[in-house]
């Protein structure tokens, strides 16, 4: 087996826009990446984009059809020799509606989305035919939202609520060969949120709201860097808040 298939990989599913994109990006340097996303020419155009890009390899896929999953993710890491040793769950689908507006099939996408794929994903890596127990770290993107309540956010609060609590209870399923853990964003600018930060109100409420000031991407990408290294060897089961102190602020 050559060098570059013996390297354990880092899969990010998402990673074809927003956050996922820049922390491809950002982390091409320190992993061998398996970038997902739906959008096969964006995906390319994320690769290109990281470090060495002969060595990441790209899956496009939707995620809200889950029945393809296991006949698509062992064949490719069969094929290529991989083996995933740290999984980043990035991938995510932000629909606002009230609840009187939701048809059960639009909660179904984005709870197929949100967390179903990850649980199915997590799945897979932890078979033993599939991944030959390479697989050490999970970190999964959640959000603050999973905590609070907000209007027209019901199947979103919903799914990231979910996302926790699949989060909590893999780590004590999994303990002691993988670590399993949440990053909880809070406002972040990404092309996701944009359209929020582009009404003048919201954009002065969520700036007034956060003590340290609206979020970046990196400050997302820092947690989840410690999340997968041995530096958080000791960290399992834990919900990391980053939101600038928007949680901390009763005055909100």
């Not at 491809?24 to 690769?47: K, N, P, Q, V």
């Not at 059960?104 to 949100?114: F, G, K, L, S, T």
């Not at 999973?146 to 979103?156: M, N, P, V």
């Amino acid at each position: 087996m050559s060098e570059r298939a013996a390297e354990p990989y880092l899969l990010i599913t998402g990673s074809s826009s927003g956050i996922g994109r820049e922390m491809a990006i950002a982390l091409s340097g320190e992993y061998s990446l398996i970038l997902h996303g739906r959008d096969g020419e964006r995906l390319e155009a994320t690769r290109q984009a990281c470090q060495s890009p002969d060595r990441h390899l790209c899956w496009v896929r939707d995620l809200s059809d889950l029945a393809g999953l296991e006949a698509e993710l062992p064949p490719l890491l069969a094929q290529n020799g991989a083996r995933v040793g740290y999984f980043v769950h990035c991938a995510a689908m932000l629909n606002v509606l009230p609840l009187r507006a939701i048809k059960p099939e639009d909660a179904q996408q984005v709870m197929n989305i949100n967390i179903l794929s990850a649980m199915e994903i997590t799945r897979l890596l932890t078979r033993k035919n599939v991944n030959h127990k390479a697989l050490k770290s999970i970190v999964f993107i959640s959000t603050i939202a999973s905590q609070f309540g907000a209007k027209g956010f019901t199947a979103y609060c919903a799914s990231k609520a979910a996302l926790d609590g699949l989060m909590r209870a893999l780590a004590v399923e999994l303990a002691p060969e993988v670590r399993v853990n949440s990053v909880l964003p809070g406002g972040v600018r990404t092309p996701m949120t944009e359209a929020m930060f582009a009404d003048p109100d919201m954009h002065q409420r969520l700036t007034r709201d956060y003590p340290l000031g609206v979020g970046l991407p990196e400050d997302v990408i820092n947690a989840v860097r410690f999340l997968l290294s041995d530096q958080a060897r000791w960290i399992t089961g834990h919900p990391m808040v980053v939101d600038g102190g928007r949680s901390a602020n009763i005055s909100a």
